[in-house]
């Protein structure tokens, strides 16, 4: 089976950067997936890593460590649109496309 | 090009009925996932689509099938409907049905409430 945790709630400021963490167990792994979700919405994807190290496409970076079951995605020069929930996903070896994903952590940005 | 759509946006049933919940995926996309979102909580997966045959399954009773047509669009059927199955259903679609298919794209949703 597979475990995902991340935080739920997380604040932080306009202009700032800010850490989502997000910890798994598996029994197989074959990627590592971020989502954006505004509440109501659909959940949009942002970033994928497979291999261990960072993926950085512009405000976003995510980081993955296998040996660890680790990996975080970064958000610089935060702004009220990036208010949303950013969800987790593992994808099993040898499961087709199934992802399993965390709770979501909710990230408000306050001015 | 379009996305992924999903019919209806939002629906209302009642305790015991029936209901089916369409999606048709991007197109030259030939795979379709479902998944459950419980409000506050992350997606879960109920089934995956390719080429008209069922690749995988999640944690969910009989009561929930589904199938894909030969133009890969597909529906979701859940009978004798319980409050807990209120939450928004997504639909999912990508060119294969594996690692190498893709990344996955999302359909807005259908808000299923049951009373």
């Known amino acids: 089976g597979q475990n995902i945790d991340q935080p739920t709630e997380m604040t932080a400021t306009e202009g700032a950067i800010v850490q989502i963490n997000c910890t798994y167990q598996?029994?197989?792994?074959?990627?590592l997936f971020w989502y954006q979700q505004h509440a109501g919405e659909a959940p949009t994807f942002l970033s994928y890593?497979?291999?261990?190290g960072l993926e950085e496409k512009g405000r976003f970076s995510s980081f993955l460590s296998r040996s660890k079951g680790y990996s975080y995605l970064l958000l610089k020069e935060l702004q009220m649109k990036d208010s949303a929930s950013y969800l987790c996903a593992v994808r099993g070896y040898n499961a087709g496309n199934m992802l399993t994903f965390g709770g979501g952590t909710r990230l408000m940005v306050k001015p | 090009d379009a996305g992924v759509t999903q019919s209806p946006t939002h629906l209302i049933k009642t305790r015991g009925q029936h209901v089916t919940l369409r999606c048709s995926p991007i197109s030259g996309h030939k795979s379709v996932s479902w998944y459950q979102q419980v409000l506050g909580q992350g997606p879960q997966f109920i089934f995956q689509y390719y080429e008209k045959e069922e690749r995988g399954r999640g944690n969910f009773p009989d009561r929930f099938s589904a199938r894909q047509f030969p133009n890969y669009s597909s529906e979701l059927n859940v009978n004798a409907l319980l409050l807990g199955d209120s939450a928004l259903y997504l639909c999912?679609?990508?060119?294969?049905?594996?690692?190498?298919?893709?990344?996955?794209?999302f359909g807005p949703g259908t808000r299923l409430t049951v009373t």
């Open positions: 999912a679609s990508s060119f294969g049905p594996d690692a190498q298919g893709g990344e996955q794209y």
């Open positions: 890593n497979v291999l261990d």
């Open positions: 598996t029994s197989g792994f074959n990627g």
